[in-house]
C-alpha cells in the first residue's frame, strides 16, 4: 500500500509505517551519538510509551543506559491495506531495534487506565524484570473510564472563570486568527482532573508495591508544562492545570510512599513541542512557531528526545527542582531573553509575517513527523506494509 498524510483538523489520519521506523531510528542515533548515561536506570517501565515524550523516554532509557523496558499504550494495529496509528508503528521499530540491540523490550496495548491491563503489567514486571527501579507516566488522553466504578470521565481544554480571547494559528491554512473559548461548566473540571491528573498514576505505583516490584532507590516520574503567561489561561490556570495541579498532589503522596525504599517522584515539567496532545490546543501551535523560530535562532532548541535524553543523562542526577519541588527540563525554553523576545513576537504576528517571525514551516514539519512523514531516506511512493506488527504483541 502507498501511504500519503491525510489531515483532518489537527490530527493526520494515516500513518506510515517506514517513516515512523526512520523517526525511531533518528532517535535513537541521537542517544547513541551522546554516549552511555552513567548510572541510568536499568528495568524501566513506561505507561504511555508509544509517542512524544513517553516513547523519547522508552528509547533514552534503553539506548542510553542500556535498560530492559516494558512499554504500555493504546494505539490502533495496521492492517493489510489500512493503516495502524503512528504509535503502533513507534512501538514496532523500537522493539526491532531493541531486540536487534540485544535489549529485552516487551509491550502491552490496551487500556492503561483499567485494573486488568495493570495487572497484566505487573505479572510481566515480577516475570520478565523481577523489579523496576524507573516507572514513567506518560498519559495523554481525552477520556478515562474508572476502574472502580465504571464511570466514563471527558476532559476538555477550557479556561476558568471567564471566557478567553487570544491570538490562534489555523494550521491548516497558516492563517494568524483569534479564538474565543468559553469557561468550563458544570463538572468539567472534576471531569479534566479524574483523567489527566494523578489518581492513575498512583494506581499504578500502588499496584507495583503491592506486589513488592519497586526496586530500593527507585525513580518515578510524571510529564507536566507550565509555559508563558500568554498560554496561562488556556493551559496553567485553565482545567488541564488544575490537572497538573493534582498530578504534584500525587507526586508528595508518592513520594512519602516510596520514602523507605530511598525511592522519589518527580514532576518533570518539560518544553512545549510539537505532539499529538500539544497540537489540540488551542494557542499553543501559534506560540510554538515563535518558540521555535527564536530557540532555533539561539541555538537551543530541543526535540522530545533531546529533551528526554537530557532529564535522563543530567537532571535525574542533578534535578535543582524548583520552588515547588518539581524539575525544570524546560529551563531553556523558559529563559527570560528567549521569553522576551517570543513576547514582542506575539504582540506583532500576523499572517503576513508568521513566515518572518515564526517557523511554521518547522511546525508543520514537526507535524507529519509525528506520524513517519517527511523523513529523509524513506521512499514514499513504494509500497509499504501496513500491517506491520509489534514482536511482543502477537
Known amino acids: ?160 472563570g471567564d471566557t478567553y480571547t487570544n491570538k490562534n494559528l489555523n494550521t491548516s ?31 499504578w505505583i500502588n499496584a507495583l508495591l503491592a506486589e513488592g516490584l519497586v526496586a530500593p532507590g527507585a525513580v518515578t516520574l510524571a510529564y507536566s508544562y507550565i509555559g508563558p503567561e500568554l498560554t496561562w489561561p488556556i493551559y496553567k490556570n485553565g482545567t488541564i492545570g488544575k490537572a497538573k495541579e493534582d498530578l504534584e498532589r500525587v507526586q508528595r503522596a508518592l513520594d512519602a510512599k516510596l520514602a523507605p525504599l530511598g525511592g522519589k517522584a518527580w514532576v518533570s515539567v518539560n518544553k512545549a513541542l510539537v505532539t499529538q496532545a500539544s497540537s489540540a490546543i488551542p494557542v499553543v501551535p501559534l506560540y510554538i512557531s515563535l518558540l521555535y523560530r527564536v530557540m532555533k535562532d539561539a541555538g537551543t532548541h530541543e526535540d522530545c528526545i533531546e529533551q528526554m535524553d537530557r532529564l535522563f543523562r543530567e537532571r535525574l542526577h542533578d534535578p535543582r527542582p524548583d520552588e515547588a519541588g518539581r524539575i525544570r527540563i524546560d529551563d531553556w525554553e523558559m529563559a527570560p531573553d528567549i521569553q522576551r523576545e517570543i513576547a514582542a513576537s506575539w504582540a506583532a504576528v500576523d499572517t503576513a509575517n508568521l513566515a518572518a517571525l515564526g517557523d511554521f514551516e518547522g511546525y508543520q514539519s514537526g507535524f507529519l513527523r509525528l506520524f513517519g512523514f517527511g523523513l529523509d531516506g524513506v521512499d514514499y511512493s513504494a509500497d509499504t506494509d501496513t500491517a506491520t506488527g509489534v514482536p511482543s504483541i502477537a
Open 173 to 203: 491554512n497558516g492563517v494568524v486568527d483569534e479564538v474565543t473559548i468559553p469557561p468550563a461548566e458544570g463538572d468539567e473540571i472534576a471531569q479534566t482532573v479524574a483523567v489527566m491528573g494523578g489518581e492513575d498514576w498512583e494506581m
Open 1 to 160: 500500500m502507498i501511504v500519503a498524510p491525510k489531515i483532518r483538523g489537527f490530527i493526520c489520519t494515516t500513518a506510515h509505517p517506514d517513516g515512523c521506523a526512520r523517526h525511531v531510528a533518528e532517535q535513537i542515533a541521537v542517544v547513541r551519538g551522546r554516549g552511555s548515561i552513567a548510572d541510568g536506570p536499568k528495568k524501566v517501565l513506561v505507561i504511555g510509551a508509544s509517542t512524544g515524550y513517553g516513547l523519547a523516554s522508552r528509547i533514552a532509557a534503553a539506548f542510553g543506559s542500556g535498560a530492559a523496558t516494558i512499554g504500555v499504550f493504546f494505539e490502533k494495529p495496521g492492517e493489510v491495506g489500512k493503516c495502524g496509528t503512528a504509535g503502533w508503528y513507534n512501538s514496532a521499530a523500537f522493539e526491532r531495534e531493541a531486540r536487534a540491540a540485544g535489549l529485552y523490550a516487551r509491550s502491552f496495548n490496551g487500556d492503561a487506565f483499567s485494573d486488568a491491563m495493570k495487572a497484566e503489567v505487573v505479572a510481566a514486571v515480577r516475570e520478565g524484570l523481577g523489579q523496576v527501579d524507573c516507572i514513567v507516566y506518560s498519559l495523554a488522553s481525552p477520556r478515562r473510564t474508572h476502574p472502580k466504578t465504571g464511570e466514563v470521565f471527558k476532559s476538555v481544554l477550557k479556561p476558568i
